[in-house]
């Protein structure tokens, strides 16, 4: 498919029920996904072959690479440390627990800074009570124990997060929005100490169903899935819509980024229509999109 000098192919044909947090490894030269609901995580070479992937113990929202070849793993009850060999074999290592008094809560996105801290956000499954929050954890080294740090709270369904290429601002969707706290995007100053400093309302979301998913680009922009819609859209630093495409798949939830700007989208079945799932029949895949 090619619309307005963008070539939208199917990097891999999947049927992912809640297809999220792609990140692109350029040690390994592919792309994480996972299937939080499917308890799937997935890996493809370049070029959408080599696909493997690996059955969890418990629904999982993201993994993202860390410099010592491992990788965080937000399984639902917990952080975890992920080692994937080239088989169907695993080991993996709690490290901790998100709550233990509310078991509606899980880990649903996450992204990494310069340093390699890891921004995660949690979400209450059950939609009913603002429990999600946006959490720092800082890389353990050996014989020392993980730092966590809850950034802010009051959040549904706290997704992204996104950093800005400077690491200054912390980008956070509410995916579902209650009485306080608006469903849209939310941009926060990171301070020198790490903390954040101020919260604002960058825009309220404008359309049917959720803004999924939040990937800065290097120049700043925010792009952002849609989950319930078919589009993807890259938003600049101010809130000003920059671009709008229209996919070949419903729900799309996430982008990641190749480092020569090909763009990589997951998407979701779940909540999707039979007619839906006629009409966009990729729907769960990952798409590619080279723009031009």
Known sequence: MQTNNLQISCFVEAQCSLGEGPVWDTDRNGLWWVDIVGQQVYFAQAGGRSVQCWLMPEPI???LPRADGQLWAGLQSGLHLLTLPPTHTFSIRRLNYIDTDHPSIR??????DTDGNLYATTMDME????????????????????????????FMVANGPALSPDGQTLYILESSGH?????GI???????????????????????GS??????????????????????RQYSAEGQLLQAIQLPVVNPTKV???PDGTLFVTSAREGASNQQLIDYPLTGSVLKIQLG
């Open 61 to 63: 929202g993201f993994v």
């Open 107 to 112: 880990f649903n996105d996450a992204t990494l």
């Open 127 to 154: 939609t009913q009570t603002p429990l999600g929050a946006i959490i720092r954890y800082s890389l353990p080294t050996s014989g020392q124990r993980l730092s966590e740090t809850v950034l802010v709270s009051n």
């Open 179 to 183: 009485p306080g706290r608006t469903k």
């Open 186 to 208: 939310w941009r926060m100053s990171i301070g020198a100490d790490g903390r954040l400093k101020t919260g604002t309302l960058l825009f309220g979301w404008p359309y049917e």
């Open 211 to 232: 803004p999924d998913g939040g990937t800065t680009d290097s120049a700043g922009n925010l792009w952002v899935g849609h989950y319930g819609g078919d589009t993807i």
């Open 256 to 258: 990641a980024i190749h």
